[in-house]
């Protein structure tokens, strides 16, 4: 069994005006709060209870809450805003008929429900989990958006059964041009084009520039968590189609283990300096860990096989290439294909085959290219 978390963002049915404005006061009244934790040394605020804060009108879970929140933050000179947030044992769901609501105390020895909205299926079926116990309760958040709409963030982790395994694998190959090339279990290979994801970067990468000779500090932060808000989203497009893709073959995913790549590989300066191909704004992690949570949430499972030779090894005969940018071209057997689709292809059928140690003794003689010890035993095993 393997644990699954979500948050659920959820808002408010029919806030009426009165309690948006004391979320809205007491928000500012936490911030205040952690502002003042913030002021204190650092020996001083291990000390700190709710007590310590008996004159502030929050409830005491929720000032413990942000006591912890403010020390865990090392790095934060001053919050701007802190949103309330409180522990497990200090909200309960209830349910009416069909809706939901939420019963917590904000302020010291007030406790109210507040009737949520839910539009999303998934949300429902993690609530109803919920409130018949086959899920766990998190943390409850109260955030505000942007368009000041009230939302609870309810955090709910349940067990999911493992991922079947099928014996079928969809090859995916991660790489900054094609953010991902898909090698499908009977075939044809799916690529996902991000000429966006380029885009932005190199837009916003001129932008902030510009911002930054002006000297306008805020303005750069802004540009930046929105360049952020864009690529996270291009990420979680490309994850939700991909693991729907291996559910509709009824597949799992095989991806490489890129960790440590950005050490590893190297970069041409004239290339690093642009932002649409500088590899350290390549989101291919944020990429995987969506990838694993969809998946796990799909039961769909989600394996890795190690990085080296795969884009270089021709799918066909094994033979060891360079790519040239796009295209792959076999010099043995003159196997031509797109290199995203070649290593994708070779991720997929290279799961599970173990690799003799026998890599420097070319098998034909000097002259012929060493046959790649993975495809021999690939057909050993057909045989
Ligand atoms: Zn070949």
């Known amino acids: 069994m393997a644990t699954l978390t979500k948050t659920l963002k959820l808002p408010f049915l029919r806030l009426n005006q009165t309690k948006a404005e004391m979320f809205a006061r007491l928000e500012r009244l936490n911030t205040e709060v952690a502002n003042a934790i913030l002021a204190l040394p650092k020996d001083h605020r291990r000390a700190l209870t709710s007590k310590s804060f008996a004159g ?18 090392t790095h934060v000179k001053r919050f701007l805003r802190l949103p309330l947030e409180t522990n497990n044992q200090n909200w309960r769901l209830h349910r ?7 019963g917590f105390g904000l302020l010291r020895g007030i406790k109210k429900r507040v009737p949520l909205e839910v539009h999303a299926a998934s949300h ?37 059964p493992d991922a079947e395994n099928t014996g079928r694998w969809v090859g995916v190959d991660r790489g900054q041009n094609i953010p991902v090339a898909a090698a499908t279990p009977d075939g044809p290979v799916v690529f996902w084009k991000a000429a966006r994801m380029r885009h932005v970067r190199r837009i916003y990468a001129e932008r902030r520039c510009k911002l930054q000779k002006a000297g306008k500090r805020r303005a750069v932060k802004n540009l930046e968590s929105k ?56 989101p291919f992690y944020q990429l995987e860990a ?53 290593a994708a292809m070779n991720i997929r059928d290279w799961y599970g085959l173990c690799c003799p140690l026998e890599l420097e003794v070319p098998a034909g003689g000097p002259h012929e290219p060493a046959p790649n010890p993975v495809r021999e035993t690939a057909a050993q095993a057909a045989a």
């Open 96 to 102: 009416t008929g069909a809706t939901f609501s939420l």
């Open 124 to 160: 429902r079926d993690a609530l109803t989990a919920l409130w018949e116990g086959r899920a766990k309760a998190g943390s409850l958040m109260l955030v505000r958006s942007k368009k000041g709409i009230w939302y609870a963030c309810l955090s709910v982790s349940m067990d999911v």
């Open 290 to 342: 969506f990838v694993r949570y969809k998946a796990l949430a799909a039961g769909v499972q989600v394996d890795s096989v190690r990085p080296h030779y795969t884009s270089k090894t021709c799918h066909v005969c094994g033979a060891l290439n360079e790519r040239r940018k796009h295209a792959y071209v076999c010099t043995r057997c003159g196997h031509q294909a797109h290199a995203d689709a070649n």
């Open 227 to 282: 360049e952020r808000r864009i690529v996270t989203h291009i990420n979680h497009c490309i994850s939700k189609d991909l693991v729907a893709l291996a559910k509709r073959q009824g597949a799992g995913l095989i991806l490489e283990n890129l960790a440590g790549i950005r050490g590893r590989s190297k970069q041409r300066q004239e290339t690093k300096s642009d932002a649409g191909q500088n590899r350290d704004y390549w």
């Open 56 to 73: 502030v009108e929050i409830g005491s879970a929720w000032i413990n809450q942000t006591i912890r929140n403010a020390n865990a933050r």
